[in-house]
């Protein structure tokens, strides 16, 4: 992965969420991820390691600090 994945993040996985939406906003970045469903606002911890492999780009990027 060459971008770097941050808080703020509007990610895209290769799994859609139960509710039909597969964007994810990134909430907490670590050992594990803390992702929030854009499309019914459930909150899911992830390892690191899954969201890599199921990441599939962004839809925005956090503004720059």
Wanted: proline share 3%; hydrophobic share 35%.
């Amino acid at each position: 992965m060459d971008e770097k994945i941050q808080v703020g993040d509007v990610i895209k996985m290769k799994k859609q969420h139960p509710c039909g939406t597969n964007q994810w906003e990134v909430i907490r970045v670590g050992m594990d991820f803390r992702l929030k469903c854009e499309g019914c606002g459930r909150q899911v911890m992830v390892p690191r390691k899954l969201v890599e492999k199921n990441f599939r780009g962004f839809i925005k990027r956090a503004e720059e600090k």
